[in-house]
């Protein structure tokens, strides 16, 4: 069975530092793993994705993510936090049941960006 | 724009009133779903729709309705709410083939008093 774990509920960072939110998963076959990120009383939005292609991707406002297959880790990173990057981040995984290819979340981290 | 949107964005209503959460996507995905979000649960899949007339339970369906008479809309209905479907619902839709990404809408707030 599928399943994705976000390692940190909550982390906050100053404002130009790094960012690591870090994600494990489990899945049987070859996954597909995503990340979206909430903002505040908004919607989901796709940061990016690995579809089994370069293990490093890179993704929408400074992310990226390096897919280990080794590790079973998939952690979302950005050199320098800007305060606009507040949000829910979740990790999400593919999982395939019967004709229904569906997402897993992560329960997600919140991630601080302090001045 | 390639866009998901549902109506209405936030609810108020009482146990046992019927509603209708209104879901439309103009890409021409033939798979969307429903989804709930609720604090330390992280978002669960409702129903989905691998087509027009095409309809699954997913993993918390019971309370909730849906149907795919047309391709480009999928409404979650709630015949009788309760309290417990307090929630933020987001509907979603993709393509199919090995490169989907899943677009989602703005997200659906809804209290059961």
């Known amino acids: 069975a599928q399943s994705v774990t976000q390692l940190d509920s909550h982390v906050s960072v100053s404002e130009g530092t790094p960012v690591l939110l870090r994600c494990n998963y489990s899945s049987s076959y070859s996954p597909s793993l995503f990340w979206y990120v909430q903002h505040p009383n908004k919607g989901l939005q796709l940061l990016l994705k690995?579809?089994?292609?370069a293990t490093l991707v890179k993704g929408i406002n400074g992310f990226e993510a390096e897919f280990k297959k080794s590790e079973t880790s998939f952690h979302l990173t950005k050199p320098s936090a800007h305060m606009s990057d507040a949000a829910e981040y979740f990790c999400?995984?593919?999982?395939?049941?019967?004709?229904?290819?569906?997402?897993?979340w992560g329960l997600g981290t919140s991630l601080a960006v302090n001045p | 724009e390639a866009q998901v949107t549902q109506n209405p964005r936030y609810l108020i209503t009482v146990t046992g009133k019927k509603l209708t959460v209104t879901c439309s996507q103009n890409?021409?995905?033939?798979?969307m779903s429903w989804y709930r979000q609720d604090p330390g649960l992280g978002l669960r899949q409702i129903y989905y729709?691998?087509?027009?007339?095409?309809?699954d339970k997913g993993d918390v369906p019971e309370g909730y309705k849906v149907s795919r008479k047309e391709k480009r809309n999928f409404p979650l209905i709630l015949e009788s709410p309760s309290p417990n479907q307090t929630s933020l619902y987001f509907c979603?839709?993709?393509?199919?083939?090995?490169?989907?990404?899943?677009?989602f809408g703005p997200g659906t707030r809804l209290l059961v008093l």
């Open positions: 729709s691998m087509n027009v007339e095409v309809t």
């Open positions: 890409m021409n995905h033939e798979y």
């Open positions: 999400v995984v593919s999982a395939r049941a019967g004709n229904n290819r569906k997402l897993i």
């Open positions: 979603a839709s993709r393509s199919g083939g090995s490169r989907w990404t899943q677009y």
């Open positions: 690995y579809t089994s292609a």
